[in-house]
């Protein structure tokens, strides 16, 4: 696990122990930010999930302006601190220790407007249509952002919700991306 492009190129980035956290493999990262490479210059990115803060910190190594990285395990949370001040990118990033519910209503409660938001929920446990749900109702997402899903090939996704459409959907065996997107008449 590494970053693959920009100003922290190269950095190795720590790995979890055990199986608690699934980071996002390098050629499905490398195929996600080929995909959405016009969302990241001097962008907001919010990274739900976030695990090893695999995308957020690829995101600020592209360009990206500011990352929050929300997760509720310490575990997690130590390893993300440890890559931000390895890839010297912590001074970009704000780590938030919680829940994903209470993540994004203190994002929100902070005047926080993502361009970019990843989600990588645990698989299989239902999380995804209620996040999606989430950022819709707090407005967490701006108008041209986009919500980058990782998720199991298994998991029941919607299409459409509401507010939401998935624009694409990408195989890498077992695991899918997702790309949701704001319908053009709603916020």
Do not use: W
């Not at 990588?120 to 108008?143: A, H, M, R």
């Amino acid at each position: 696990m590494r970053v693959i492009s920009g100003k922290a190129r190269g950095h190795k980035l720590k790995p979890p122990e055990g199986m608690d956290i699934r980071p996002t493999s390098d050629r499905v990262k490398e195929s996600i930010f080929n995909i959405i490479q016009n969302y990241i210059m001097d962008s907001i990115v919010v990274d739900l999930f976030a695990g090893t803060g695999n995308l957020g910190i690829e995101s600020l190594s592209r360009g990206a302006e500011k990352a929050y990285f929300v997760d509720q395990s310490r575990n997690s949370i130590n390893i993300i601190k440890y890559n931000l001040e390895k890839t010297r990118l912590i001074s970009s990033s704000e780590i938030i220790t919680t829940d994903v519910l209470s993540g994004i209503r203190r994002l929100v409660g902070q005047g926080v407007k993502a361009d970019v938001i990843f989600m990588d929920p645990p698989y299989n446990k239902g999380l995804i249509t209620q996040t999606l749900d989430l950022i819709v109702e707090n407005k967490l997402l701006k108008t041209s952002g986009i919500i980058v899903v990782e998720h199991d090939k298994n998991d029941d996704i919607p299409e459409e919700m509401t507010q939401l459409i998935c624009t694409r959907k990408n195989n890498y065996g077992n695991t899918n991306i997702s790309f949701y997107q704001l319908r053009e008449d709603k916020e």
